[in-house]
């Protein structure tokens, strides 16, 4: 299709698909009939790719997680089929600007952070690598809640991405799959049978997700939970219209929201069906592909590499081989066996909150048959290793991590830190008896939206120094070294960075009424709000900061902007009173006359793939200050280096790769090591010593707990406080000098243009290992064994 295609394309979308009079419109009727126009462009590579796959009998990587946080598609699909010149050319003869349009597209935001991020890269890599591959994760109809502040606090609303045409997908009708829940295992001529007591349809729905140059399309495969039957048509009649409602009402609450609270056991239950119903609807799509295709149970292994993205889909397991053994005959240790062969697991935090435990009640009540296999395969592994000290159910629980190592034959945590303490630590034992199990995988991000897409400026100066092969092989912006001492390179570097930090304060005029000097330095932490990231420590140098420049109000400060965006759990107390403390010290700060030509803080509401997008480009350093040992690995930090955003930051997750890649000297590194944490906390008193020895942070303690930033409500942060100079368990107060004397370096830098503008070159180009596309590349070698196909 020429522009003139699209020039036809998108009005006969809007009329003829959508059913709109081109005089109507609005612009979101534009915005998806522009979509409709070009996701019938991907179609044919999606098909193409389908049908190499299917000749070539190729291995087929299978990516279920719980989370997809793919964020706006329709610019990514514009960036990847290059189609760019050709939209923006319709759109402008429509009387439409390209941006607005592209804008107006809602975030899919069925993801929570990093872990969903990696997912939508990894997607995005096997794509552009011409891996054939699903993702399989749950079409939630309303993903992570909308965040907004009334008072400085998180308020959250319902999400509602689906009330609008989602222009991407397709549903298929004919993959639609029923599940059980609860019931009973009974023995039936000498096998056991489970014959459950409650059932949902699982409904298909695809999205393609195209890579560079549209060379590949792989599917994204969605699972929307459904009744097995409409609703009851005797009680409508009747007249008892809600009761006739409800077994439709119960069978979507599987699919409803991403990530139900699961204080209660209700919603513990909830979140147990949600990950069996998308585990198991996978599987079994898996195995029906794979039998279709006419291969030997035995060699599923070599057909299915099946990741399972973190402990979500551990079941899996259980399920496999409950498919196998009791659906398919196979005996059970081969069962197990060719289950592990398919099966690897990603870890991704060492938090123990967060590695996942079911009651056995529970799993026995709602998996009947998956609790009694998960008793068999710990009794196989027990068998196997006669001196192992881990059971997979410990103390009335399930330990899913346990079990998804027990079932996989590759484990991978996503850092090199993180991996060596999944050996030292969580998987200490399991480690002992598998050595060979564990592997590595460093995180990476896609440089086509993280780079190519959010950055054009940046893109087309290293286009025009390196040529575009960068694209999609990262590492060589290695070539861009050279050019890093030549005065015209770094100004046009500079000049990039600088006109993307005018355009976000433009923004943020026109949306937020805040106003931000573009020469302040702007300072990013952008992230899920936890105690073990640290926006408390930020916030307190804030605060120091601004004391010590009343103090001092003619002193020779580096104009500042503290921009930070990130969304607490629900029922996160103590993370939504750190939004709120940030919120109140900006109401204070931003509003004093002596300070705020120097300082600015602002928080941005409902952090997003959209705002990440906006935001890290216009970035001048990057804050990834976890307490070390904590952050498994970070992405943001790899985004903003890559964006030409020094770190500041701690010897923690990934950001101890990229110190060594960039250099110490282009690197703001403070803070105890994951050694020194482990003493550190066992020095009684840590924080009250820290906080003596500091003035500074003493000071701004005293603010916060004096009522300085709540002066109606003085006693607002007491308990805020207590936590910090009690047994700060994160260690904010042990670390506070350090943070503030490298947030001085990263000042003294700043005002240097000689040395800030080379140091920030240098972090782009010497990030460019930290591309999905090495990290899939990496899995695809060390646990998938699969390759590319060729599409032709
Ligand atoms: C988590 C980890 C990150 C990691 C990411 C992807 C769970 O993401 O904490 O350290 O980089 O997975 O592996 P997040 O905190 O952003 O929600």
């Known amino acids: 299709m020429t522009d003139s295609g699209f020039r036809h394309g998108i009005p006969k979308h809007l009329i003829y698909s959508l059913g709109m009079d081109p005089q109507n419109a609005t612009l979101s009727d534009w915005r998806i009939a522009l979509s409709l126009a070009v996701r019938d462009r991907l179609v044919d590579a999606w098909h193409t790719s389908a049908r190499a796959e299917r000749r070539a009998g190729a291995k087929r990587v299978y990516y279920l997680s719980m989370e997809f946080l793919i964020g706006r598609l329709l610019e990514d699909a514009i960036i990847n089929l290059r189609l760019e010149d050709e939209v923006r050319a319709a759109l402008a003869s429509l009387g439409l600007s390209a941006d607005e349009v592209i804008a107006d597209e809602p975030d899919a935001a069925l993801g929570n952070g990093g872990l969903g991020r990696l997912a939508a890269c990894f997607m995005e890599s096997l794509a552009t690598l011409g891996v054939p591959a699903f993702g399989y994760g749950i079409r939630y109809e309303h993903g992570l809640f909308r965040q907004s502040f009334v008072e400085g606090r998180q308020v959250e609303e319902p999400e509602d991405w689906l009330t609008q045409v989602h222009a991407w997908e397709f549903r298929r009708r004919d993959v639609r799959l029923r599940l059980c829940f609860g019931g009973e295992v009974v023995e039936e001529g000498g096998r056991p049978v489970w014959h459950g007591a409650e059932a949902v349809m699982a409904q298909a729905y695809d999205t393609p997700m195209i890579g560079w140059q549209g060379k590949w399309a792989n599917a994204l495969r969605l699972w929307s939970a459904e009744p097995l039957h409409g609703f009851d048509l005797d009680r409508f009649n009747r007249g008892d219209y809600a009761a006739a409602a409800e077994p439709e009402a119960l069978a979507r609450t599987i699919s409803r929201v991403l990530y139900p609270d699961d204080t209660t056991e209700r919603g513990k239950e909830l979140r147990l069906k949600q990950e069996y119903f998308f585990t198991a609807a996978s599987l079994r799509d898996i195995l029906r592909r794979f039998e279709a295709e006419g291969g030997a149970l035995a060699d599923l292994p070599k057909k299915a590499a099946i990741q399972l993205n973190d402990t979500h889909p551990a079941i899996a397991g259980p399920e496999l081989v409950r498919l196998l053994h009791d659906e398919r005959g196979m005996a059970l240790d081969q069962a197990i066996e060719t289950a592990r062969g398919c099966l690897s697991y990603t870890n991704h935090t060492l938090l123990p909150e967060a590695l996942e435990r079911w009651s056995e009640d529970l799993m026995t009540r709602l998996l009947p048959r998956h609790m009694q296999l998960i008793e068999r395969i710990d009794a196989a592994h027990a068998a196997e290793n006669p001196d192992r000290k881990v059971a997979l159910v410990q103390e009335g629980e399930v330990r899913m991590g346990e079990l998804a190592f ?146 001092n109000p003619n002193g020779n400060w580096v104009p500042r902007v503290k921009i930070f965006a990130g969304k607490a759990a629900p029922g996160y107390v103590f993370a939504k009173e750190i939004i709120r403390l940030i919120n109140d010290v900006a109401a204070v700060v931003n509003a004093d006359p002596e300070t705020n030509r120097f300082l600015k803080v602002v928080f941005l509401p409902n952090y997003n793939v959209s705002l990440a997008e906006r935001l890290i480009p216009a970035s001048d350093l990057s804050e990834q200050i976890s307490t070390a040992g904590k952050e498994a690995s970070g992405t943001g930090n790899m985004k903003f280096a890559l964006n030409g955003a020094p770190t500041i930051g701690t010897l923690d997750g990934a950001n101890v790769e990229i110190r060594d890649r960039v250099g110490e000297k282009n690197f703001f590194l403070f803070g105890m090591t994951t050694d020194e944490v482990v003493a550190r906390r066992a020095v009684p008193d840590h924080a009250r010593q820290a906080i003596t020895a500091d003035k500074r942070l003493g000071g701004a303690l005293k603010a916060v707990s004096q009522g300085v930033f709540s002066p109606r409500d003085r006693h607002r942060y007491r308990g805020f406080v207590g936590n910090l100079t009690g047994h700060d368990y994160f260690l904010v107060c042990s670390d506070f000098t350090a943070y503030w004397d490298a947030q001085r370096r990263v000042d003294a830098a700043f005002a240097d243009p000689a040395v800030w503008w080379p140091m920030a070159a240098r972090n782009t180009a010497r990030t460019g290992w930290f591309s999905s596309d090495r990290t899939i590349r990496g899995y695809m070698a060390d646990i998938w064994r699969a390759v590319p196909v060729d599409p032709a």
């Open 406 to 551: 027990v079932m996989a034959h590759k484990v991978n945590g996503v850092s090199a830190l993180h991996t060596g303490l999944m050996k030292q630590t969580v998987f200490e034992e399991l480690h002992r008896l598998h050595p060979d199990r564990i592997v590595n995988q460093t995180n990476g991000v896609t440089p086509r939206r993280w780079l190519f897409s959010a950055n054009p400026r940046l893109s087309r100066l290293i286009t025009d120094t390196i040529g575009e092969g960068w694209v999609c092989d990262l590492e060589r912006l290695c070539e861009l070294e050279p050019q890093l001492d030549d005065a015209a390179f770094l100004d046009a570097y500079a000049g990039a960075k600088r006109a993307n930090k005018a355009d976000l304060a433009g923004w943020m005029a026109a949306e937020h009424g805040v106003q931000i000097d573009p020469e302040a330095l702007f300072d990013v932490q952008i992230k899920r709000i936890h105690e073990y990231k640290r926006q408390h420590l930020n916030i307190l140098e804030t605060i120091a900061l601004w004391q010590e420049i009343k103090a």
